[in-house]
């Protein structure tokens, strides 16, 4: 089988991982690495799970490796942090089958909280990392790393970035290579650390690092991981790896010589050395830190980088050539005004009646990361702090230590039904655990929403949308010492401030449920669209005031302002009515036009 396809760079990591016959792979949805397991569920030969958070999906992968199976676990780049903890003693025990896991970093912060380079936890980790550049090199090194793994004995990191994720590119597809079940063994120097075990276990590391060196050195350039082009000019040497050095080539053509890297953990050393010494100049041209040209610096190549390129965001070709003084032809230079378009919650969304309801009473919010995260842009502007998964729980019994008894009766968290699940309960527990008195609201809106709707322990539905058990939400906060447990339905704008202003008012922790499923679900049916009353509306722009993109105000026949509902886009959810104190806006109503 050769047939070639043209696919995402993240559905070619996963092909590669149907080649390279893994069996298991296990994962927490986070963008831009989400799409590697949702295509992965689509191959019978593959187990595929959403686990709860990524320290969970490291060590079901981990696991697996050890029971003799190719495993896979993928996550974006603040999810790495959160499987820290099994990657770096993994790194120290070694595989038995081959153990990858991708991490897609998010330069430019498309859908994410920081710029984090992944490359500073394989180099802490001692793991080889390989980046792609394209979607071919996609499966390609996802194949390789398997290799890699079993041939090194070490978990690889496989990093991807936001563009090389999402790129597309003909990709050659080839046959399943069917990886018989290696036999398990018990090996307890091998696979228990405990601290003698562990201090050997360096030993073996830092060895495996040395003959990794070697072999960034001169086999991964053999088998073309690594590769040197010296066809062009050699005024200029560029050094990049993934998609830098697409965007450098592009750039700069046959005006220098390159240098690209697939492994980018460990870095070569004489071969950076003798590619240095057969050109006049030394560019390192790679997004986000300087990990590539510090190692050159380290090892003595004289080099430029930062100075030119900086630490923010992503490159361009347009960035690069100017940079570097090549004159941008005149259709680049043009500068285009586009007008921007901030993201907001969607029409008909369940977290707008929550905050709407509560934005009356001025609370101080503790945030996490979500679909809700949008809550802080204005008109609703209900945030004061998103920190990271989970954060919004501790975090705001931490504010409450601080500004003590009364704050608590000020303030609430929120968080999303997966994130709870994800890294929120511990937070919840360690309120009732030490006495707090905080408020915490837990948006259950029945799917993780963000990354694109994937199911979790919440919904009661697998990866592939099979009944299985759904957390009794409820049921486990009271299991955990949360006496009080509320559910509102957010758009019942007054049973929500009903109750919240019940459950601020107590001496105790309470745990409030927001419940209602994302709008955009295909099995949710919604009413039919509101309609504005001419003869009622007086232009006073207070619906406005919930952040509907399906408002807005124009003017009526005698050009006074009026508000205007597109009903393509209005899902009756009556949020807006609540806010008119006139009752202009109704419920499939056409009266006045």
């Not at 290696?182 to 495996?208: G, L, S, T």
């Not at 040197?228 to 053509?253: H, N, P």
């Not at 005006?255 to 890297?261: D, T």
């Not at 963000?450 to 592939?464: A, C, D, E, R």
Request: charged share 20%; aromatic share 6%.
């Amino acid at each position: 089988m050769k047939d070639k396809q043209l696919l995402l760079g993240n559905d070619a990591v996963a092909r590669g991982l149907y080649e390279a016959g893994v069996k298991v792979v296990s994962a927490y949805p986070g963008t831009p690495s989400t799409e590697i397991t949702e295509a992965a569920c689509k191959f019978p030969e593959i187990y595929t799970e959403w686990a709860p958070n990524e320290k969970v999906a490291y060590e079901v992968a981990f696991g697996a490796t050890i029971g003799g199976a190719r495993a896979f676990c993928a996550m974006k780049h603040v999810g790495l942090n959160v499987a820290a903890d099994p990657l770096y003693t993994s790194s120290y025990i070694g595989v038995n089958a081959g153990m990858v896991c991708a991490v897609a970093d998010d330069p430019g912060m498309h859908s994410s909280q920081n710029e984090q380079d992944s490359r500073h936890h394989a180099i802490a980790s001692k793991v080889p990392m390989l980046e792609p550049s394209s979607a071919q090199e996609c499966k390609d090194l996802a194949i390789f790393a398997y290799d890699l793994s079993e041939r090194f004995d070490t978990p690889v990191l496989l990093r991807l970035s936001t563009r090389v994720s999402h790129c597309r590119g003909l990709v050659t597809l080839c046959d399943r290579n069917d990886v018989a079940l290696k036999d398990y063994k018990r090996n307890i120097q091998k696979n228990v650390m405990m601290p003698a075990m562990a201090r050997a276990a360096h030993v073996k590391v830092e060895a495996r690092t040395a003959a990794l060196i070697e072999f960034a050195d001169k086999e991964a350039f053999e088998i073309g991981i690594n590769k040197l082009d010296m066809t062009g000019s050699k005024s200029l040497g560029i050094i990049a790896a993934g998609s830098a050095y697409d965007y450098a080539r592009e750039a700069v053509g046959d005006k220098a010589c390159y240098l690209k890297l697939g492994m980018v953990n460990p870095l070569p050393v004489q071969a950076i050395k003798d590619f240095a010494s057969k050109v006049d100049r030394v560019v390192v041209v790679e997004e986000l830190d300087p990990i590539i040209e510090n190692h050159c610096k380290v090892i003595g190549v004289k080099c430029e980088g930062k100075e030119l390129f900086g630490y923010l965001g992503e490159f361009s070709q347009n960035l690069i050539k100017s940079k570097l003084g090549i004159a941008l032809p005149d259709f680049d230079a043009l500068e285009i005004n586009i007008p921007p378009r901030p993201p907001a919650l969607c029409a008909g969304c369940p977290h707008r009646g929550l905050f709407y309801a509560l934005k009356k009473y001025g609370l101080y919010v503790s945030g996490d990361i979500g679909c809700y995260s949008l809550g802080a842009q204005a008109p609703l502007a209900m945030l004061d702090a998103v920190v990271c998964m989970g954060a919004s729980v501790s975090g705001l019994h931490g504010y409450n230590l601080a500004r003590g008894k009364d704050s608590a009766k000020k303030s609430i968290a929120v968080i999303g039904d997966s994130t709870f699940v994800h890294s929120g309960i511990t937070g919840l527990i360690d309120i009732a655990y030490n006495k707090g008195i905080s408020t915490v609201v837990v948006l259950d809106n029945s799917i993780t929403g963000m990354t694109g709707h994937q199911n979790n322990p919440m919904n009661g539905l697998t990866i592939k949308g099979d009944p299985t058990v759904a957390i009794n939400l409820e049921a486990l906060a009271h299991a955990i010492g949360i006496n009080r447990v509320r559910v509102v339905d957010p758009f019942d704008i007054e049973q929500v401030r009903k109750v919240a202003e019940e459950e601020l008012a107590t001496d105790e922790p309470s745990l409030i449920i927001s419940r209602r499923p994302c709008a955009l679900l295909k099995n949710v049916k919604h009413n039919a669209p509101y309609t504005v009353d001419n003869t009622k509306c007086i232009g006073c722009r207070a619906c406005l005031q919930v952040g509907c993109p399906a408002l807005s105000v124009g003017k009526g026949a005698d050009g006074k302002p009026l508000s205007h509902i597109d009903s393509t886009l209005c899902l009756g959810c009556g949020v807006c009515a609540s806010a008119c104190k006139f009752g202009a806006l109704k419920e499939g109503d056409t009266c006045g036009k």
